[in-house]
């Protein structure tokens, strides 16, 4: 952690410790409610990597980290929601475009949040969502598998692959509306709590304005696949709060101590290894990195499971959330070369 905690960090384990902790497994349970999102924007999370001029913060990468380690850890269905809203941000402040004057601000403020749509591009060459040019704007064909936050999120980042393997990606309101229907609520093993659905798109309109991004499907590959390999800060933060759990049962403390010790070493290569220029080249060391750390975030939430006992296979208990929160995690955002490798480390 940080040596002098930055405000937003000191901001995230307040909001942690006086709100998302106690409320972890009812939110688990009911969903996240709006309130939980407020609270976040109140906290000045949303605008973490927001440029300054934009009145975001504009914090150091270790920073971010930091404070989605602390939400994840805390409450993984709330850190979710809210990190979906990153990706649009940074794009946005990447890439001049006319929806950057319009959306910026009010997203790095928090005066509106987004979400993302736009996970399926990986499946290229299968292309679940198309996106069709038509005068004055874009038609997009097809279906997100995934969408989290809905009912949450006030804009989504969508995008489609054209005819000639070109990226679109685009700003549409995150509402049901003609050419995009929500399915009903996903019913997951974890994080059902997140508010996900998938999203038909039967011809939704777009207008050229709303465009943020057009990129070959190979460039966007480029820099997609090495940041996709890297170990997510969520990772960390569910392991590190499944040990204090064992840290403070009877006979835990020295596994806590043990464990402690190896997910801090492979964090601290996680985060070098994020730190450098995405290359193509670098990752299979990112994905070994990343493998190692689901192993150890296995391992901490199977502790806590076992310090708890057979309360741990109460619905209330916060080990057992922890641990299917882990086994979310071993999926999310996953690439077929990310399951090659776990897969492959799995194996006698």
Same mark, same amino acid.
């Given at each position: ?9 000191? =901001? ?43 009145? =975001? ?78 005068? =004055? ?178 619905? =209330? ?32």
């Amino acid at each position: 952690m940080t040596t002098t905690p930055h405000p937003l960090v000191t =901001g995230a384990q307040r909001l942690a410790r006086d709100l998302l902790v106690p409320r972890a497994e009812r939110v688990d349970r009911e969903g996240v409610p709006a309130s939980h999102v407020e609270a976040v924007k109140r906290a000045g999370l949303l605008g973490v990597v927001a440029p300054r001029e934009y009145g =975001g913060a504009n914090a150091p990468v270790a920073v971010a980290r930091e404070t989605a380690e602390i939400l994840a850890g805390a409450c993984c269905s709330t850190w979710f929601v809210q990190t979906q809203h990153h990706t649009p941000v940074k794009l946005l402040a990447a890439h001049d475009s006319p929806v950057r004057e319009k959306l910026l601000r009010p997203l790095a403020t928090g005066e509106l949040m987004a979400g993302i749509a736009y996970a399926h591009v990986r499946a290229f060459p299968r292309v679940p969502v198309r996106a069709v040019p038509e005068e =004055g704007g874009w038609r997009f064909e097809g279906r997100v598998p995934w969408y989290t936050g809905w009912g949450l999120n006030d804009v989504m980042l969508l995008a489609g692959v054209t005819d000639t393997a070109e990226v679109v990606f685009v700003f549409a309101e995150a509402r049901e509306q003609p050419g995009l229907t929500p399915s009903a609520p996903m019913r997951l093993a974890a994080l059902t709590a997140a508010r996900t659905v998938s999203l038909e798109l039967d011809g939704l309109w777009v207008p050229e304005e709303a465009v943020v991004l057009r990129t070959p499907r190979e460039e966007f590959a480029l820099v997609d696949l090495p940041r996709a390999a890297n170990a997510s800060p969520a990772v960390f933060g569910v392991a590190y709060a499944a040990l204090d759990l064992v840290a403070q049962a009877p006979d835990g403390s020295e596994t806590a101590r043990s464990l402690r010790a190896r997910l801090d070493e492979v964090r601290q290569e996680a985060y070098a290894l994020a730190d450098r220029p995405a290359a193509h080249d670098s990752v299979p060391q990112r994905l070994a990195v990343k493998t190692r750390a689901y192993d150890l975030l296995r391992a901490a939430t199977t502790a806590a499971i076992v310090a708890g006992g057979g309360r741990s296979m109460d619905l =209330g208990s916060r080990a057992q959330r922890l641990a299917r929160e882990g086994m979310f995690l071993l999926v999310q955002g996953q690439t077929a070369e990310a399951r090659r490798t776990h897969l492959g480390s799995l194996a006698p």
